[in-house]
């Protein structure tokens, strides 16, 4: 008896070892299956709010239900949330000039401004009358140094209204129709008349014209875009919830202008970014489901939005199904999938409480290089929850010459450096299973977005609320001691100019901040409540 016992201990290890490998392999099979999937050429790059990101979400939710997760989304484990709500040309918009009808959206678009009207008119080039259409040549505008493009025609327009134009037709412009389209999803207050743009060709046959016959009608339609967040749950009747998160869209064929390779139309797939993070989500919520930690709740979250600016985990935080306040703390994986020896790890916000700093020590892997950043804020969904009061982490492997471009693909993934870094989160899980729930700290704060762009040399020190969709851009936080706080800038405040620029949206922020440059002086003109506000502000 006693030699069957000291060969059983003998073997035990050896076994343990076995199961482990068969674990490990499991995990790795696992996680090339969800990574190839919603990398495939067939999601077309899960884009926020088209069929792509609903494929995946179906993929994603399919998976929670496989691994036993209970759904906590709004519609089963699918959770809906706006991102944005915009204008289009609609079908009854016409412009014809003598015989010629031209193609909306390509050769003219009617400016957000412009009143839905029809106007009819027989036009002398260069002759603008009282009670006709005016046209107008755009390389005749006087020059309005840091002025938007939008904003002076806005200001033309305006006053060919007052002189009793009837419409307008602005020719002759360096603006591309993309551009010009893009300016329809802005907050406008329309003028008394039509208004529209024409493009190059078209200005073309005005330029030669001595006279036209022209007929505007302009109609706008309203367009809806809408997100999906996929969320499970794992009930273990404890007081308090872990969170993990990853966001799971991406560029799609690259429409929302944030790639790095602009001139490309292929399929954005997005291995790394952040098939990587959504992959290792599902095989956590599998392991955790199977453990024994059940001093916390788990709740397991695939955002998406994050891309357009955190739209997702921002609407979760404010409408989740659990309690935000018995959030014990969040950990957050985005591109986690390309762990390389010269860069190691990096794992943001262990400053976002007082317990993280011992934890890194007792969960590191062996052989990996961790590299650490204090703050709870940056370019990912942990800011949403650091926002919220909630301790977060924040694993990242690194940027790579395949960021946000269509080449970052399934096989260029590090699988077995993706395994370390989910042993890691898991261990950190098991740590925390016989603790007390997390004391929060707050951090310095990360300029998400802007203060990364090397246009920029000055910060006022805000953090945009970019999922705002009305006119301006709304103070979601105030960094300490920054620009911003020294003049008297407080959360919600909506800045509405920055120096001469009027800020629409967020686009006109970034230009306007551009333009500046250490101890430069000027003014912030912000909306706080039914009040507008002038600050003086140096750099």
């Known amino acids: 008896m006693k030699h069957n016992i000291w060969l059983l201990a003998l073997l035990l290890p050896f076994t343990l070892v076995n199961a482990q490998k068969k674990a490990d392999r499991k995990t790795l099979g696992n996680l090339q299956a969800s990574i190839s999937y919603l990398a495939s050429d067939g999601l077309e790059g899960r884009l926020t709010g088209t069929k792509g990101e609903q494929l995946a979400a179906t993929y994603i939710a399919e998976q929670m239900k496989q691994a036993g997760l209970s759904p906590k989304g709004n519609d089963g484990y699918l959770q809906t949330f706006p991102v944005s709500e915009s204008r289009i040309i609609g079908d009854k918009s016409l412009l014809t000039m003598n015989i010629s009808s031209l193609t909306p959206g390509e050769e003219f678009i009617p400016l957000p401004f412009s009143a839905e009207k029809s106007a009819k008119g027989d036009v002398i080039r260069d002759v603008n009358e009282p009670d006709n259409i005016w ?38 412009g360096t603006e591309t129709p993309d551009e010009v389209k893009k300016w329809l999803s802005s907050s406008s ?245 016989d603790m007390p729930k997390l004391i929060f700290t707050k951090t310095r704060e990360l300029q998400t977005g802007i203060s990364s762009n090397p246009r920029f040399t000055v910060t006022l020190g805000i953090m945009p609320d970019y999922t705002y969709q009305k006119t301006g851009v709304r103070v979601d936080a105030v960094s300490d001691g920054k620009t911003a706080q020294k003049a008297g800038l407080i959360t919600n405040d909506v800045i509405v100019q920055l120096g001469p620029v009027a800020v629409s949206n967020l686009e006109d922020y970034m230009k306007a901040l551009s333009s500046f440059k250490k101890g430069d002086s000027t003014t912030v003109k912000i909306r706080r409540g039914e009040t507008e506000k002038v600050f003086n502000i140096r750099f």
């Open 135 to 172: 046209l107008v040549n755009v390389k005749e505008f006087e020059v309005q140094p840091h002025a938007e493009p939008i904003e002076v025609y806005r200001q033309y327009a305006r006053e060919a209204a007052k002189a009793s134009a009837t419409g307008v037709v602005f020719y002759n």
């Open 189 to 433: 207050k329309p003028l008394t008349i039509p208004v529209v743009w024409v493009n190059k060709d078209v200005s073309k046959t005005i330029l030669k014209a001595e006279d036209l016959h022209i007929n505007i009608r302009v109609a706008f339609s309203a367009t809806k875009r809408t997100g999906t967040n996929v969320v499970g749950y794992i009930d273990n009747k404890a007081p308090n919830t872990i969170v993990i998160g990853a966001h799971f869209d991406h560029l799609g064929h690259g429409e929302d202008h944030n790639s790095l390779a602009p001139n490309e139309k292929a399929i954005f797939n997005g291995a790394d970014d952040n098939a990587s993070g959504t992959a290792a989500l599902l095989e956590l919520a599998r392991q955790l489901k199977g453990s024994r930690f059940s001093k916390n709740n788990f709740l397991f979250v695939a955002f998406s939005g994050e891309e357009l600016g955190l739209f997702g985990s921002k609407y979760f935080t404010e409408h989740s199904a659990i309690d935000p306040a018995t959030f014990n703390y969040m950990i957050n994986m985005d591109m986690i999938g390309r762990l390389d020896s010269s860069k190691g790890l990096q794992i943001g916000g262990i400053g976002t409480s007082p317990s993280w700093s011992a934890l890194m020590q007792q969960t590191a892997p062996e052989g990996v290089h961790l590299t650490y950043d204090s703050s709870g804020t940056g370019p990912s969904d942990h800011t949403s929850f650091y926002r919220k009061n909630i301790p977060v982490l924040f694993f990242f492997t690194g940027t790579h010459t395949d960021y946000h471009k269509p080449t970052d693909d399934p096989e260029k993934i590090n699988y077995d450096g993706e395994l370390r870094v989910i042993k890691m989160v898991y261990n950190i899980v098991g740590k925390t299973n």
